[in-house]
């Protein structure tokens, strides 16, 4: 369900009228990008619930911050950045360590068509991130999503940025290996 | 990296980047209270305490200092010494004066903390004013300005906002030392503000006692305010209305509120 805002109001105002905590545009902010938000959250959460749980705290956040926004470059980019440190922290706080553990190799050739993922809709696509290891998913998601180096994932992971390579190239293989699979299943039922 | 892991992130932020998943009701629920109602305050509790107790031993202590420099202070507060100056001139000044000392004292009792902060306070700021020539022709328009009288009802509340900005109560307990200074002119003191006064609105502030007591607390309240908050926007101000006394205006940083007349 898409969430579509009064047109009469920009997101300008609704930014300048949550600043001075008006608190019907506070919602219709939040209402405007709390569906994408949640996507992102569950990039890095375990289930739904825990999402959800980042979700709540990246806003809370988001409205503190609030103030600081004086409206440089993308407002949706500024609270993304919010939303993914602040789901990386929730993360943290409640998993012992990112675990990454690896996956037997498969031992076939990966030659992989990315096309083949065209196929795969974006439910699938992330039912496959969610199935990678913490370690892997988060800088996969970093990387890949987010568009962060790998010094900067080094940062924000508190891992070294070999690691952070290596686990990007693993996840990567990983992924591939699923979609494949995935599309073999369904070309086999397409038959 | 190859081309192919290339393509395989473009595609996977081509199909993620867009996707929305409706989040449950009570999300926005808890954000909603936490932003207007942050869980911080309970970390000022103690702190308040402390310093409530503290102001509370600074403000019976200054009850007991000489008469004289509590005559000074009530005909520096606007609604004190109207009162007075309707029934006479010096002579009963200090029994009214004591008598608007010890409202406040015993609404320490029965009001929030911070509230003998707030009388210690107004008792303290006039004792400055002496310093200058003009202050009759200053405390006059303060008093135009702060022309206000709270109701206990709204007093509470609003001593529970001011109590959350810390720094209103620290100048208040360096002033105490100063009472002593102006012992001295208390004769001079005494009949200047009586004039000034005479020239405000006795009509309005023919009223009861307790009226009174609540304008002084509220002109106490603002220029306290005035004196800590720098700002156009006082964190909070009171205003006369045709109802009572009320707030008219609240400024704490992420919400302003204030009435236009």
Redesign the interface.
């Known amino acids: 369900m898409m969430f579509l805002k009064p047109k009469h109001i920009t997101t300008d105002e609704l930014i300048s009228r949550s600043k001075a905590g008006d608190g019907k545009a506070q919602e219709l902010l939040y209402k405007q990008f709390a569906g994408k938000m949640l996507a992102v959250c569950m990039r890095y959460a375990t289930d739904r619930m825990e999402a959800e749980d980042m979700l709540q705290n990246g806003f809370i956040k988001m409205f503190q911050k609030l103030a600081d926004y004086r409206g440089e470059g993308s407002f949706e980019g500024w609270v993304r950045r919010i939303m993914v440190h602040s789901s990386i922290e929730y993360y943290r706080k409640h998993h012992k360590m990112m675990q990454v553990v690896d996956m037997e190799e498969s031992g076939y050739e990966q030659s992989v068509n990315p096309v083949a993922a065209e196929n795969l809709d974006a439910k699938d696509l992330m039912a496959l991130i969610q199935q990678l290891s913490p370690g892997y998913r988060m800088v996969f998601n970093l990387y890949a999503l987010e568009g962060y180096s790998h010094r900067e994932i080094a940062e924000i992971a508190g891992i070294t940025e070999g690691a952070s390579k290596s686990q990007l190239s693993r996840a990567r293989s990983i992924l591939k290996e699923q979609i494949e699979k995935m599309e073999g299943n369904r070309y086999e039922y397409a038959r | ?1 190859s081309t ?2 290339k ?3 473009k ?3 081509a ?10 009701a009570n ?2 629920t ?3 209270r ?3 109602q942050p869980a911080q305050r309970k970390s000022y509790v103690p702190l308040l305490r402390i310093a409530a107790s503290v102001l509370v031993l600074v403000s019976v202590g200054l009850f007991f200092l000489p008469k004289k420099e509590v005559v000074t202070n009530p005909p520096k507060n606007n609604r004190l010494a109207q009162n007075t100056v309707v029934k006479q001139v010096t002579g009963t000044q200090q029994s009214s004066v004591d008598q608007q000392v010890t409202e406040p004292a015993t609404h320490v009792a029965t009001a929030v903390n911070v509230q003998p902060k707030q009388q210690t306070a107004a008792v303290v700021k006039p004792t400055h004013v002496p310093q200058t020539t003009t202050e009759p022709v200053v405390t006059k328009p303060e008093q135009k300005a702060g022309e206000q009288a709270i109701t206990p009802n709204t007093n509470q509340q609003t001593i529970a906002a001011v109590t959350t900005k810390p720094a209103v109560t620290t100048p208040v307990v360096p002033d105490g030392p100063i009472t002593l200074k102006p012992a001295d002119d208390t004769q001079g003191f005494v009949s200047k503000p009586i004039l000034a006064s005479n020239n405000t609105d006795t009509d309005s502030e023919a009223k009861p006692a307790q009226k009174h007591k609540a304008h002084g607390l509220g002109g106490f309240l603002n220029k306290v305010i005035a004196a800590v908050d720098k700002r156009d926007d006082k964190i909070i101000e009171f205003t006369d209305t045709d109802e009572g006394d009320s707030i008219t205006g609240i400024n704490l ?4 509120v204030k009435k236009v007349k």
């Open positions: 990296m192919q892991d393509e395989m992130d595609l996977f932020r199909k993620l980047d867009n996707y929305e998943i409706e989040p449950s999300v926005w808890n954000i909603s936490e932003i207007h940083g992420i919400l302003k």
